[in-house]
């Protein structure tokens, strides 16, 4: 960018010059002078008659430039004429940097903006595939859970109907057991025993049946 506008500066800067050397060769070079004396005289023939048409005044015979003021006219016309080439070329230049630049500006964001929808279509693709998965695992742990639960139910029922008993306030649950008594011999149960209590006389009772009949006869 900076190089371009020192590109242009030295290019106005040169350009005036150059003009100034084209008014030197025009009076001096025969060919240069013949072209600007014809230049001169056609755009002054030109000039008058424009003014004479938008003035509305009646036409009348134009009389030529001196061949002096001729040469000077022509050669500050070619002067002038390659002043606005130059400005018209550099101001040409910068309006197609400008495009190109534009243009090299626009396909970046055009390939940005391309690289951010494919990877906006692979993020989609991830998330659902993702959510799909997600969806196939929690359909499984729903089941699962289903699962367990109609088990729990089912074993609250058969606690429930078995006769369980439950804690007070947790929700634990266990079986009622009945624990049968030791059985205990009939020496160690006459000393532990009370004469008073009845668990005595049941606890003797097999042993007065069990006894020998050879006895009973004497």
Same mark, same amino acid.
């Given at each position: ?59 009348k015979h134009v009389r030529p430039l001196s061949e002096t003021r001729a ?20 101001? $040409? !230049?910068?309006?197609? +940097?400008? @495009? ?6 626009? =396909?970046?964001? #055009? ?67 009945? $624990? !049968?008594?030791?059985? +205990?011999? @009939? ?6 025993? =009370?004469?008073? #209590? ?21």
């Amino acid at each position: 960018m900076a190089s371009a506008k020192i590109a242009t500066l030295l290019i106005r800067t040169l350009a005036k010059p150059i003009s100034n050397q084209l008014k030197t060769q025009a009076k001096q070079h025969e060919t240069f002078r013949t072209f600007c004396v014809n230049l001169a005289q056609r755009m002054y023939r030109t000039e008058v008659r424009l003014r004479t048409n938008l003035l509305g005044e009646p036409a009348k015979h134009v009389r030529p430039l001196s061949e002096t003021r001729a040469i000077e006219n022509g050669a500050n016309a070619l002067a002038e004429g390659f002043l606005f080439s130059v400005a018209a070329a550099l101001i $040409l !230049a910068e309006t197609w +940097r400008s @495009s190109r630049n534009q243009t090299k500006r626009r =396909d970046k964001v #055009d390939d940005q903006l391309e690289e951010l929808d494919s990877k906006v279509m692979a993020l989609t693709e991830r998330t659902e595939s993702l959510q799909r998965l997600y969806e196939e695992r929690w359909e499984e742990e729903k089941q699962r859970n289903d699962e367990l639960a109609r088990i729990l139910e089912r074993v609250v029922e058969i606690g429930l109907r078995g006769g369980w008993a439950e804690f007070e306030g947790t929700p634990l649950q266990l079986p009622r057991v009945q $624990l !049968a008594r030791p059985r +205990r011999t @009939s020496s160690s149960a006459s000393e532990s025993t =009370d004469p008073g #209590d009845p668990s005595t006389d049941t606890a003797s009772s097999p042993s007065d049946n069990s006894e020998d009949p050879s006895s009973r006869d004497t």
